[in-house]
């Protein structure tokens, strides 16, 4: 099974911005459908973004429309979420996901098989 590692998550003032990146152990990474999701504590998990298994396509959940940007680059085995002006209701695990049986996939956490240790993200007001 793909081991996912993600990276890049930290204190930030709100306003602020953080990229995160998440590295699969497989060349398969290309042919996943990918998603970030988070969960804040004492909430249940909550999805973010998805991209499909080309990059093509992206959706997003409405809260973090316009602020977030999901990629991915399939020569480094890495998809990325950028994040700008964070708030702090931003502040939560984020984890990322892979469906590895499909290139795409949907919004529910069920449809993922693979998940990484999470990054947490913290947003000060």
């Known amino acids: 099974q793909v081991q996912l590692v993600e990276s890049g998550g930290g204190l930030v003032q709100a306003g602020g911005s953080l990229r995160l990146s998440c590295t699969a152990s497989?060349?398969?990474?290309?042919?996943?459908?990918m998603a970030w999701f988070r969960q804040a504590p004492g909430k249940e998990r909550e999805f973010v973004a998805r991209?499909?298994?080309?990059?093509?396509?992206?959706y997003y959940s409405d809260s973090v429309k316009g602020r977030f940007t999901i990629s991915r680059d399939n020569t480094k085995n890495t998809m990325y979420l950028q994040m700008n002006s964070l708030k702090p209701e931003d502040t939560a695990v984020y984890y990322c996901?892979?469906?590895?049986?499909?290139?795409?996939?949907?919004?529910?956490?069920?449809?993922?098989?693979?998940w990484g240790q999470g990054t947490q993200v913290t947003v000060s007001s």
């Open positions: 991209i499909t298994w080309s990059g093509g396509m992206t």
């Open positions: 996901a892979a469906d590895s049986r499909h290139g795409y996939s949907g919004n529910s956490h069920h449809l993922y098989d693979c």
């Open positions: 497989e060349r398969t990474f290309g042919t996943y459908a």
